[in-house]
T-cell receptor, first 111, second 113 residues
């Protein structure tokens, strides 16, 4: 089993749609969880951290389910500019700079 | 601030050649890392450093060397390039107190023929 698994997609959705991605992780002792965004042929950039209580940033909501070992990202009112690959990232041992990246879920928003 | 810079942006090597990928950051970050990204695989950690003079191996260190003589610079050396090292290489840095937010450089696209 991969340490961090994501559905590669692509998810093709119209503008204004709501879309959700899930990510599962294998290590129950994982400490920190994040979503990064990567545009085509660009570097990854932090989108948001994922807290146990869930967190929201504008149209984006992240949730953590420790019992089932998955995290989710919900995007409401999708924009064309949301088209990108979304990387699920987990820190297993709380060591700075050592993160495990999922392969990413590709989102394509169409007009 | 320029953030994290990487050179070169593109490079083609022949099998057996050596080269150094440069990485520099001007944010005074203690922690720096090198990743490679291949199709169908997540970013994989090659080497990392928790400060000047301190480096350690990541998940896929074979065929690569690093050193950290200054806080700003973290070069990655390919000792004898192989086609399996064809990849996109990202350097990243992070402040010690924010374990999650890694700042990535723009990447180096390396092809080994």
């Amino acid at each position: 089993r991969k340490e961090v698994e994501q559905d590669p997609g692509p998810f093709n959705v119209p503008e204004g749609a709501t879309v959700a991605f899930n990510c599962t992780y294998s290590n129950s002792a994982s400490q920190s969880f994040f979503w990064y965004r990567q545009d085509c042929r660009k570097e990854p950039k932090l989108l948001m951290s994922v807290y146990s209580s869930g967190n929201e940033d504008g149209r984006f909501t992240a949730q953590l389910n420790r019992a089932s070992q998955y995290i989710s990202l919900l995007i409401r009112d999708s924009k064309l500019s949301d088209s990108a690959t979304y990387l699920c990232v987990v820190n297993f041992d709380n060591t700075v700079g050592k993160l495990i990246f999922g392969t990413g879920t590709r989102l394509q928003v169409f007009p | 601030n320029a953030g994290v810079t990487q050179t070169p942006k593109f490079q083609v090597l022949k099998t057996g050649q050596s080269m150094t990928l440069q990485c520099a950051q001007d944010m005074n970050h203690e922690y720096m890392s090198w990743y490679r990204q291949d199709p169908g695989m997540g970013l994989r950690l090659i080497h990392y450093s928790v400060g000047a003079g301190i480096t350690d191996q990541g998940e896929v260190p074979n065929g690569y060397n690093v050193s950290r003589s200054t806080t700003e610079d973290f070069p990655l050396r390919l000792l004898s390039a192989a086609p399996s090292q064809t990849s996109v290489y990202f350097c990243a840095s992070t402040r010690g107190t924010d374990v999650h937010e890694q700042y990535f450089g723009p990447g180096t696209r390396l092809t080994v023929t």
